[in-house]
């Protein structure tokens, strides 16, 4: 059967890529199955998307929001509908297995609706004035063209959390998804377009970050970037905006840590410890690749986490008894071996995994063993890096006052997470773990799309996705003084 080829979507035409190019998008857990051809896009395609974009903000704008909400809603509906299917294309297209995938189409669901009914609100401020017959209040004004930047792991949710808000807030939006992820993004893109939003409020274009990417932070129209990714990129996109006087909104890398004391329930804790680290193979911007043990239990504690270690299973993630599917790539694959000979270097102590998995089911997949270091220091680069990989690292603490220290030892400040039985110690760490999510006997992935999510230090750059937060992204505040008093009167020199 011939290869299918996906075109971008600009204008509301879908339309090849003005060099005639295109990208291969193959399964990571068998790379002779091809899932199909993607536009490989440059500067001529960026161009006429962000013109779409410009042109349709003029009338996106002046849409009511409740109308714009209502386009949302029925997106939602047809994820619904549609949950299956897009989550076996996403197991296929990145690997993570089929229970992970249907978590990210329903976060897509989540986001849908709430932002649907966001429409209705968008809440403003009505204040009183400090002079007589004066009203006061502020209200929520689109910022303009959005550029929107998303990685592979979360195909569908993290360009969901993009849109959404962006949508219903009056912006247009040119999405550029991961290579490595284009068909879920495109499948998200055809439902906008069956729930009847405009031609140009939303555009597709696919490709590289160097060719696609860099056009589109750069184009002078566009007036916000949303970027999840590596911090590396963030770090080039938030120099290319500040060039431009560009709003750029940033959500990059973890390294993210669980702690575990002495008084905690140690069945509930490793099971925490490793879904947080082997879920989607680690390859989260949550995972958990640190687990911070007090020392009284940490002989104890190592030996559960082994023997579940070693229990996992890899393989295709649409197989039912899959544990933990392959790596995006050939380049995240050795990313990782390559960690874990620096790990063994360093004086970590592997206690199992370490290498490529290539047993029968795994031969032409980029699987990985489960990995689990011991003995690991928290100045170590494994302890530091982030890995994006199933390898976790014990490292043992003497107290939460110690382990806190080393959760916040880290240039990252995502997530993090406490298992202990004592309520007080729980509020201690919640008001000292410097990251944007700290949860309290649970692991340290599993955010909820109705509160803010992000990062401290070098994981963000002070802003939130979802929830009412990334309406703060997504809108300019706009203060109104209505004054029908009749007479020019001064703030702050009337009596
Ligand atoms: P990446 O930075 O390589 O790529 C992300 C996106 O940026 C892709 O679409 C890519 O094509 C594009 N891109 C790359 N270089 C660019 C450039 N110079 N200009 C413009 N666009 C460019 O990241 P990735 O490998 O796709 O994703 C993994 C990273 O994402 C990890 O570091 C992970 O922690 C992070 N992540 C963070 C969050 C979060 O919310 N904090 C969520 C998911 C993933």
Redesign the pocket.
């Known amino acids: 059967m011939a290869t299918k080829v996906f075109k971008n979507y600009i204008n509301g035409v879908w339309e090849k890529a003005s060099s005639g190019e295109v990208f291969s998008n193959t399964n990571p857990a068998n790379f002779n199955e091809e899932l199909g051809r993607f536009q490989l896009s440059r500067k001529e395609d960026v161009d006429r998307a962000v013109s779409a974009a410009k042109e349709a903000q003029k009338m996106w704008r002046k849409t009511p929001a409740p109308k714009r909400g209502e386009i949302i809603f029925k997106v939602a509906e047809m994820l619904v509908k549609n949950k299956k299917p897009l989550a076996e294309d996403m197991t296929r297209e990145m690997g993570k297995v089929l229970k992970e995938t249907l978590g990210d189409v329903q976060e897509g669901i989540d986001t849908a609706y709430y932002g649907a009914g966001e429409g209705r609100r968008m809440f403003g401020e009505t204040v009183p004035s400090e002079l007589p017959a004066k009203f006061a209040m502020s209200v929520r004004m689109p910022v303009g063209v959005v550029a929107a ?6 195909p569908l949710a ?1 360009p969901s959390w993009k849109l959404v808000p962006a949508l219903i807030c009056g912006n247009t939006v040119v999405l ?4 490595d992820t284009p068909l879920s993004a495109l499948r998200l893109v055809e439902l906008f377009e069956k729930a009847g939003l405009p031609p140009g409020v939303l555009n597709l274009v696919t490709g ?3 060719q696609t ?2 056009p ?2 750069d184009d002078p129209r566009v007036d916000l970037v949303s ?7 963030g770090a ?2 938030s120099v290319r905006c500040a060039r431009q006087m560009k709003q750029y909104s940033l ?4 390294k993210n840590a669980i702690v575990v004391l002495a008084d905690a329930d140690l069945e509930l804790a490793s099971e925490a410890v490793l879904w947080g680290a082997f879920g989607t193979t680690g390859q ?2 949550t995972a958990c690749s640190r687990v911070i043990v007090e020392k009284k239990i940490l002989k104890n504690f190592t030996n559960i986490l082994l023997e579940k270690t070693r229990a996992m299973r890899c393989g295709d993630g649409l197989k039912p008894k899959t544990d933990v599917g392959p790596l995006v790539n050939e380049g995240q694959r050795e990313k990782v071996s390559n960690y874990c000979e620096i790990g063994q270097r360093e004086g970590g102590k592997l206690l199992t995994g370490g290498t490529p998995e290539t047993g029968k089911a795994c031969k032409n997949g980029y699987f990985f063993k489960p990995t689990l270091f011991a003995e690991v220091s928290p100045k170590m680069r494994i302890a530091q890096e ?1 890995i ?1 990989g199933p390898v976790l690292s014990i490292i043992a603490c003497n107290n939460l006052d110690h382990a806190i220290e080393i959760v916040n030892d880290s240039d990252f400040g ?1 997530s993090s997470a406490v298992f202990t039985a004592d309520v007080n110690k729980a509020f201690e760490a919640i008001e000292d773990l410097d990251t944007g999510i700290t949860y309290i006997n649970s692991s340290t992935i599993g955010a909820e799309i109705q509160l803010p ?3 401290t230090k070098g ?2 750059n002070g802003h939130r ?1 979802m929830g009412t937060a990334a309406l703060d992204t997504y809108t300019e505040w706009k203060t109104v003084y209505v004054d029908y008093s009749g007479k020019l009167q001064k703030a702050q020199i009337d009596d």
């Open positions: 930047v998303t990685p592979w792991n979360f993290i550029k998804p991961a290579s590289t970050g160097s990417g860099v589109l932070i970027f999840t990714g590596s911090t590396d990129t080039d996109i959500e990059m890398g973890g989260r911007c982030e994006f995502l999510f992000g990062g994981t963000g996705e």
